[in-house]
């Protein structure tokens, strides 16, 4: 159960212009749900993708990375669950290739303006013939309404679907955002193991949407770690339709563009943290929050190694203020030169660490108290500058070790 | 249980003339056993040591460095388990000092000539008061074989005693290496969670002894993790006393300290692979050697993301050959050059992964043989370089999160 998330009905994933949905069962693993999505943009849409970092990065992340480079044009998107197609060598980028084909003959339009994404069990041959028949059937299932069933489809270790919507009045005009994602476990930032896809009508032309997906993803997904593994499959695009009934919005400076960016950032930041309340096992969410650094990239590096620390996640899973834990971790950032007398932290509203030594205000009855929260914030003063980070991160429980040790079975 | 390790008896452990050893229940928790021990060494005795680079560093590793800075002749070291005296501030230092002066006091000498180590619980005070009033009876119960009550005394989430002895002739006179360890958690290289003793009565002077400390330490116990977390105590000393009948050995290039350095190093690598099999919750346990690399430095990095990833953990305490997320690991080590169409590896003599994809001789069945082994060898080549690098580590399992989801308790 993710930790006090609950998953959008049907009717909360609003439509979006331009964007019509369709899944199908093609069976890529022994299952009998929905594990094909194919969606389908008009024409005019263009995206903005940003990649996993892993040097192995699956056969459909390198077909993506080609067909958006130089032409931002798509007109659909296909994703299956169930098999990653990474570690898959040429016969992978073949597979991929050939699934982008397919899309392509059946719509009309050019192989590149396909963007394929798959997720699930890594180094397995993807059953591209599987893909291939399925295609009609999701074709014949398209429809603007389709969003939770889209992302019902491409779920793996997820226990919820994840999704969300906003509209924005721009110039007396309704623009939508809508966006899913799915990821549970190989979770971490640049980037989690995820797939996300946004849309919006809103007509953003090409570079200020890849501008606007590189900032966003930075700002949302990228704070995101469950288990610290970057996958092989990370992806994250939004499309623009254009629908909406405005002029185009080409310039970053526009006041439209701003409105856009904030309706796109929070729906970003609500799929994000979703993927961290319905992480593997997680049974509470964590906010760390550090302060007062140097730079905003050493405040990261010690909220993530606290988010890393697997004594730290076990703590949390415990209800156990075992907080030396949380000390620990802050001494192992790699910061060189930190000043641990200068350091305090604290959960919610209990101060645990002052001056680098346990709060003389500090209880353990507070500590248990507020470690039996299932929402907490550790928050982090370095005293040492006044630049500042923030990661969202989830306990490690026994069922952590459950699912991983049980996924492929 | 250690995996594959059997601890030694009392009778296995040599004792090293110059040294004496004796615990006593201080009772710093409530349980029973031995948590104090006492160890005096013979006038002439000098040390080295390496610690914790975690910045928030325990009391006793503070006053160990101030204690060994400029003079390397100790006469006792002082332990304690239950309690780490770490994120303690000033009023650690004070505790750790007193502790020092009380030792000194009782055996007439100066207070530097004692180093003090604690293990356990981080930021709750040093009960000293129950440490200086047991040190008389640990005092009375010194004696020349009691290397294996030492190492029990010590032990926190160890399930097994370890320690190892090794002796050799030098110009026909024997000398003897007889070390101890703790820890099981909280263990990664630069250190691990870990206490390590070792003595010898080789007459090594202070500069030659330091240098093979620094070395011993960098080849031994920093190659192995656990779980990646450096703790805050610890501490890893050699003392040597010089009650062997052979002319001071004052010089690296003297054949006999090369002897010397053998043995004292075999007897490291046992105690920090003992460490590692007797890791919290391991059943298995993982040597992964990463060759054809640039330089080693890069060969660590890869080895230490496959050490640490939880997917590839709990895929070992599975027995599964999710062999993908070994893939994505090294994917994920950080080096952006890396040519993933290079890469091969193998768990012990089976080929997995063969220029970046499945091998075409690879089959599961050949994969789920190996990975219920509970020793296996993870061969990367990078295809790259000729520098290697070894990190030895144990799996993730169901009891990992119940031992420190409790530890406390």
């Known amino acids: 159960m993710a930790v006090r998330y609950s998953p959008p009905t049907p009717d909360q994933l609003l439509p979006v212009p331009g964007v019509t949905l369709g899944t199908v069962a093609a069976k890529i693993k022994k299952w009998q749900r929905d594990d094909l999505l194919l969606a389908v943009f008009e024409p005019g849409t263009i995206a903005a993708g940003v990649f996993t970092q892993n040097r192995f990065c699956a056969a459909p992340v390198v077909v993506c990375r080609r067909h958006l480079d130089?032409?931002?044009?798509?007109?659909?998107?296909?994703?299956?669950?169930?098999?990653?197609?990474?570690?898959?060598?040429?016969?992978?980028?073949?597979?991929?290739n050939a699934t982008c084909v397919a899309v392509a003959s059946m719509l009309g339009c050019a192989p590149r303006e396909v963007l394929p994404f798959s997720t699930g069990v890594i180094m397995e041959p993807l059953p591209v013939d599987k893909i291939v028949a399925a295609l009609p059937a999701a074709r014949a299932a398209l429809a603007a309404d389709h969003w939770f069933d889209a992302v019902s489809a491409i779920m793996t270790t997820d226990t919820v679907p994840k999704?969300?919507?906003?509209?924005?009045?721009?110039?007396?005009?309704t623009v939508t955002v809508t966006g899913i994602a799915k990821g549970s476990g190989m979770i971490h930032p640049d980037m989690a193991t995820m797939l996300s896809f946004m849309a919006t009508d809103a007509p953003i032309a090409?570079?200020?949407?890849?501008?606007?997906?590189?900032?966003?993803?930075?700002?949302?997904?990228n704070c995101a770690t469950v288990d610290g593994d970057t996958s092989t499959n990370d992806s994250f695009v939004i499309a623009a339709t254009g629908k909406a009934g405005i002029p185009p919005v080409s310039d970053e400076g526009d006041p439209r563009f701003a409105?856009?960016?904030?309706?796109?950032?929070?729906?970003?930041?609500?799929?994000?943290?979703?993927?961290?309340?319905d992480g593997e096992g997680a049974t509470k969410f964590i906010t760390i929050s550090v302060e007062d650094g140097r730079d905003s990239d050493e405040c990261r590096r010690v909220a993530l190694a606290i988010a890393h620390s697997p004594l730290v996640k076990t703590?949390?899973?415990?209800?156990?203020p075992n907080l030396g834990r949380i000390v620990c971790a802050i001494g192992?950032?790699?910061?060189?030169?930190l000043d641990p007398s200068?350091?305090?932290?604290?959960?919610?509203?209990v101060l645990v660490v002052d001056?680098?030594?346990?709060?003389?205000?500090?209880?353990?009855?507070?500590?248990?108290?507020?470690?039996?929260?299932?929402?907490?914030?550790?928050?982090v003063r370095l005293g040492r500058g006044d630049a500042s980070a923030t990661v969202w991160t989830c306990d490690f429980s026994h069922d952590y070790v459950s699912i991983n040790a049980d996924y492929r079975s």
Chains 1, 2 share one sequence.
């Open 70 to 96: 130089g032409d931002a044009r798509i007109r659909a998107i296909v994703v299956n669950a169930g098999n990653a197609n990474a570690g898959t060598g040429d016969a992978g980028i073949a597979a991929a």
């Open 163 to 173: 999704g969300a919507s906003r509209r924005i009045a721009i110039d007396g005009v």
């Open 206 to 221: 090409d570079r200020p949407l890849a501008k606007a997906t590189r900032e966003i993803a930075a700002a949302s997904f």
């Open 259 to 277: 409105a856009i960016y904030d309706a796109l950032l929070a729906v970003a930041t609500e799929l994000a943290q979703a993927i961290v309340r």
């Open 315 to 320: 703590a949390f899973f415990a209800s156990d």
């Open 332 to 337: 192992n950032a790699g910061l060189g030169d």
């Open 342 to 349: 200068r350091v305090c932290f604290a959960l919610d509203d």
């Open 355 to 379: 001056s680098g030594g346990r709060a003389a205000s500090y209880t353990e009855e507070d500590g248990q108290r507020v470690m039996k929260n299932d929402e907490i914030t550790v928050r």
